[in-house]
């Protein structure tokens, strides 16, 4: 199975900003699917398809790309490792609490 591209990458690949993607997925250019019900994905032969197509409008505008790239990271590792990282927390701070009590 391909791997399945991010709104970020989309963006990137087309040259348009990630409110743009958003929008083509709202007029139907452009089909997402949800994972774990939250966050939009794209088969990337479709986002060539449209590019070849030449569909959109891309602008070349800078964005604040970076910071909506790691934070949408950011909200996919809380996503799927949240249990993980909450047991990490948990299991720092009864240790700290077991070594302080010493």
Known sequence: MEKLWTTSEV?????IQDAQVDQL???GKL???KLGGQFLRFRPD???ELQSQGA???QHARTVGR???WR?????LWYFYDFYVLSFV???VLVIYLVSTS
């Open 67 to 69: 910071t909506l790239e």
């Open 90 to 92: 948990l299991l720092a």
């Open 46 to 48: 479709q986002v060539k």
């Open 56 to 58: 959109f409008a891309p």
């Open 72 to 76: 949408h990271r950011l909200q996919d």
């Open 25 to 27: 997925v709202r007029d």
């Open 31 to 33: 089909t997402g699917y």
């Open 11 to 15: 963006a990137r690949f087309l040259g």
